[in-house]
């Protein structure tokens, strides 16, 4: 009877504390920091629709796309829509008031983002099953590659786009007279010089020795009574000034004479030669320092942003750049003449020209590779006809055009 009571209670305690039974099982699923299980809803498992709610939407932070307001100069964005970023910064810029008229004709809000990211970061994060983002708008370069992993909209057609070049601007570069007198001095041009010259040395060098021992037996000679070091010191000395139409003394001798006479012309040779192969080298250096195309990039120190078009562009044409994280972080560089160019989208180069850094850095050359930007969708989005749609009847109303004169035009 004892043992039936017993068994009574045990079965009786397992039905009223299911969890004590369980717990000693392994649980799967999400938990909190300090280890505590916490359900997975449905909604938490749903996969964001980006046919409904406001759009997730993200930029990069690159003028003139989008430009900070605490650093607008030029007041472009006092008629402007503005965006939120980092750190509670405020941005505005060509993205985001296109962004506003897409909003409007496709009738659904939008939360943008300015990031300080790259372009291969954000393709990151639209790619796979989960993508971050709905939109992602901005200098996104259309390519085979990232083509393969997202879709883009129709192109932008947006002034200039594509790969160029700037440098310092000429009046700003620092001029040092030592280091071009260098330079020069040491360029290919004069060294190929210097043989003849130690020639010349040892020719006058032979000759002051030649003029010591003709001169010294002469009274009224200016080498009289002069011992053996500082006679031929004077004869070297009086020979350079005669080579330079600028000698002091007349030598007595015959034999003396003719060799002034001899060394009268030789000398004018030497000096023009010599001229002639230094201003060589300076012109040479002159033309080695242009920057105008890739070929003029070898060599150079050249910067770029990791994760852009223009870094595989450099790679594949053999040239090893120093990249930054963003465009922003490159000027600063180029400006104090760390770096000798910049390789990046024209349309942001060109905007900093003309803003902030107009009289410190130029654009050169032409565009070293045409490319063309689009809005980024996760692949097989259902939004990407909506907004061509929209793109294609704003282009026809006038809408991209008035934003390319805005933000794309020196001002």
């Not at 030029?74 to 962004?99: I, R, T, V, W």
């Not at 310092?168 to 040491?186: G, K, M, T």
Request: glycine share 6%.
């Amino acid at each position: 009877m004892k043992k039936i009571i017993t068994c009574l209670l045990v079965l009786v305690s397992l039905a009223l504390l299911p969890s004590t039974a369980h717990a000693a099982f392994p649980v799967y699923g999400p938990v909190t920091p300090d280890n505590n299980v916490i359900s997975t809803t449905e909604s938490d498992s749903t996969p964001h629709d980006p046919t409904t709610g406001p759009l997730r939407v993200v930029t990069r932070v690159v003028q003139p796309f989008v430009v900070d307001k605490s650093d607008d100069p030029n007041k472009l964005c006092a008629d402007s829509p503005e965006m939120l970023g980092q750190n509670n910064k405020h941005f505005c810029g060509y993205s985001q008031e296109l962004l506003k008229v897409l909003a409007e004709k496709m009738g659904r809000e939008v939360s943008p983002q300015a990031l300080d990211k790259t372009a291969d970061d954000i393709i990151n994060d639209m790619s796979g099953d989960n993508p971050k983002y709905d939109i992602a708008i901005g200098n996104m370069s259309i390519t085979s590659d990232r083509e393969e992993r997202v879709d883009f909209s129709v192109p932008l057609p947006i002034t200039n786009s594509g790969i160029q070049i700037m440098t310092r601007a000429p009046e700003a570069r620092q001029p040092n007279f030592l280091s071009n007198v260098w330079q020069a001095l040491s360029g290919n041009t004069a060294r190929q010089i210097y043989p003849f010259l130690r020639l010349i040395l040892s020719l006058m060098l032979i000759t002051a020795i030649v003029v010591y021992v003709i001169e010294r037996r002469h009274k009224d000679s200016f080498l009289h009574n002069d011992s053996w070091i500082k006679g031929i010191a004077e004869a070297f000395w009086w020979i350079l000034t005669t080579m330079f139409g600028q000698e002091e003394s007349h030598p007595k001798g015959l034999s003396s004479r003719v060799i002034a006479f001899l060394w009268i012309p030789f000398g004018v040779i030497c000096v023009s030669l010599f001229t002639a192969s230094v201003t060589a080298s300076l012109t040479a250096q002159q033309i080695q320092n242009t920057i105008n195309g890739i070929d003029d990039l070898r060599g150079k120190n050249v910067l770029t942003v990791s994760g852009s078009t223009s870094k595989k562009y450099l790679d594949e044409h053999g040239i090893k750049p120093e990249v930054v994280g963003t465009i922003n972080d490159a000027y600063p560089k180029l400006e104090a003449g760390a770096y000798d160019a910049i390789v990046y989208d024209a349309p942001a180069l060109q905007y900093y020209a003309d803003h902030e850094g107009k009289d410190k850095v130029v654009t050169v050359g032409k565009l070293l590779k045409r490319e063309s930007y689009g809005l980024v969708f996760p692949t097989g989005s259902p939004l990407r006809e909506q907004v061509n749609q929209a793109l294609l009847q704003m282009q026809d109303e006038g809408t991209i055009d008035r934003l390319n004169q805005k933000w794309f035009e020196e001002k």
